[in-house]
Every structure is written in C-alpha cells, then in structure tokens.
C-alpha cells in the first residue's frame, strides 16, 4: 500500500482470485474517484494465454474514464495485460469534473444547459452493462460543474455531516448512450439489469436510474450491436452515500416470480411459458404471483434467453438466467434444458438465504467500500444483524480484496464493512492524501 506522500503507483496483481475483469473495473472505478494512481499487472490473467488481457469492454470503460479524470496511462490497448492509471492530482480549486471531458450538453430553447449527454461506442457486441458497471460509481460520486450556477461555492458544502446537503445546487441529470452488447454470455442482460440490479441500487440509497432499450445487441447467432442510454443524476455536492444493510429474514416466503422469455418464434415462446410455469408451481407455492414482463422474439434461430426473478415477502430479489449456449438442436430440448437449468438455479438460489443473488453480491462491493458507516450485504437475519453470514462467491472475494487494496477497508464474515465515507466534490488536490489519512484511521 503506497504512502499518503508517495506518489507510486498502487499495485494491483490481476491473477488474484478470480482474476477476471472485475477486478480491473473496480480497481479502476476507485482510483477514478480517489485519484490514487493504480498499476494493474497480469490483466485477466487467470484467464490462460488465449484470454488474457484487455476485452473491448474493459478498454471502453479505461478510455472513458481515463478521458473523465484527465489520467495519464499507459498500456491503454486492445489485449494489454499491463495498464498504469495515473488520475490528474489537480484538476481545479473546487473538485469540480472539469468542461470538455467527452460530454455534449444539452439545452433549453432559452439556451439554458438541462443536462449532459456521453457516448460510448463498441465495435463489437462486448457487454455495456460491464462497462456502466466501471462508469457508475464516478458518475454518481464525482461533482459535475453547472453552467447554470455559480460553482465558487461548492466549498461551502465541505465537509458535511448530512447525506443531503441543504442550499446547494442541484446536479444536472446525466444521459449515457452505450453501444455495445445487450445479451452476452456470462454478463448482465438487460432485463437482470432494469429488473433486478437498477431496483437494488435504490434500495441502498443511491439516485434511481432509468434505462432505456434501444435495439438488443447479441453475441449469439449473427453478431449485433445494441444501443442503451441510462439517465441519471449525480449526488449532490457535500454528500455521500449512508451506511446501507441488505440482510434476509428467514422466514421470508418467495412471493412473485417475474419470467421474461426472448426466443425465436410465438409457438416456441409459448412452449417456454407453458413449461415454465408449471416447474414454479412445482417448486414454489402455488399462490405464488406470476407475470411476464418481456415475451419478445429474440431474432434469430439460435437466441434463447431465460430470466427468471423471484421476490420475497420482505423485497429481496433473485435472479438467474441464461443465454443458451449450447447446440441448437430441436427445439423441444432446447426449452426442457433451458427451463431445467433456470428453475434448477433459481430454487437453489432462494434456498441459499442471502439477501441478493450471487450475481448481485459482487457489484454491491464498491459502494459498502465508499459509504459512510458500516454496510452489511449478508445472509440470513435472526433477529441480530451480528448472526448474519454467508459465503462470498469468489467473485464477491475478488471484488472485496480490490477494495481492501486500494482503500484498506476490511470486509468481516457477515459480510459488512465500515467505508470510507467519501464525500461528493472534495478538493482533488487534498482528495488524495485526505482520503489516505482516513483509511489510516479506520477502525474496523
């Protein structure tokens, strides 16, 4: 761990646990934010010599991130396994995102600026879910200037001890249009996306997001590219996010299943509803809810998408999907195994008594390591928060030991953590060593 005076670089060893990309994109996502300087080494090198390296998804989110914060880098390539991330250290007196840093503003007939437009383009179907992943935590937390106002006083706002700081200006919404991969495999989809992950992030306190589809973009059967645009509005400045707790009753029933189908043809779609359905009346009680949000066809003969969301009594959700990836072969079998697997790790899923889905845990991570206070994402309550535990996916494992690398949090077995508390809009040229002096002090 680098010194709050030295100015090397943090190191970060890509083959650790998982070794995957998100270990890059929460690196990445904090070093934005805190302006430490990050070396990630070995990139995805668990991933074998074939796989390793920088995806297009990961260097869209490097390129965008890097323009944001005015970063010099180096290793900012297609397939590099070496990458120096160096944010500027002084972007100005107020901590404010400086103007021209890859946004078009959008205005009012009277000329008055109503918001910020960004664009990320992919040339190929890499999932944009991934990378609003790595954007979402500085776009939320970083302090945008209003042209509107007079930022001089932004300083007025720190330090604050309110999570919604009175008399301040409030941020301009922000639109981000991403072309890229809708359906991938082993990436968020869409409908987890809107359904699941969106609804859980204002659940913990951070500002609803709309998403919008544009066109699906898949990796399977002819290759597409998709466009979404998310619209959100950042934290006000002088704020920061709470501590948050996420845990589950145990005596929480699953109280509605929401089952969106994407496949080729209505008959097909059909068949998927009708043996869905009967597996969760098997499985679950048969009063439980259930409704179909997206019936849709997916386009071509080899898309095949099944998401299934249960919801309990006490508002968790869980979710668990698939893009089949199999070989296409009659279609009967390809709905009895599309719905075995679904059904199969959805009821293991609910059986599991976390607070949220395993794929949920892990991005969850990086705002328990910002929020001020301790953040708990754990298994079942029994009355005492301190009896909550559950087994981290390797995944979640991954995610935490990025954090405690750069931020020196310490995530205990119940799942919780005392964060940093970083405040929207601290000064950049005292962010850096404040935040160091902070994470020194943390007791955990």
Known sequence: MASPDSSQPI?????????????????????????LPIHITSIRG???????GLKGSHLAAVEFLARMCKARTEGMELKSKDLLFEPCQV?????????????????????RVMGREMEIKMATPGSVFLVFQALLPYLVFSSFPDPNHDNSDIDSALPSNKSRPQDQWTPLPITVTIQGGTHTSNSPSFEYTQQVLLPTLVRIGLPPITLTLHKRGWTNGRPQIGIVTFTLTPLAPGSFLPAFSLVQNDNARVSAIQISILAPSPAIRGQIRTTVTTSILANWDPE?????????????????????VAETSRGCRYA????????????GDVVEA???????????????GGAVDEFMEDQLVIFQALARGRSVVGGVEKGDLENASTEPTLHTQTARWAAKTILD???????????????VGERNQKRRQALMTEISNLKI
């Open 46 to 52: 668990s991933r074998g010599n074939k796989g390793g």
């Open 409 to 423: 949090i310490r995530f205990d077995k119940h799942g919780g953590c005392k964060g940093v508390g970083f405040t």
């Open 11 to 35: 190191h970060v060893d890509g083959r650790t646990l998982e070794g995957g990309g998100q270990l890059v994109r929460v690196a990445l996502s904090l070093s934005s934010l805190t302006s």
């Open 320 to 331: 668990r999907d698939w893009l089949y990836d199999r070989k296409i072969g009659h279609a």
């Open 91 to 111: 972007q100005n007196e107020s901590g404010v995102v400086g103007e021209g840093q890859g946004w078009r503003e959008s205005k009012d007939r009277d000329g």
């Open 288 to 308: 439980v809810e259930i409704t179909f949000p997206v019936d849709e066809d997916s386009g071509h003969p080899k898309r095949f998408y099944l998401l299934l």
């Open 338 to 352: 599309l719905v075995e697997k679904v059904v199969g790790d959805l009821r293991d899923e609910v059986k599991g």
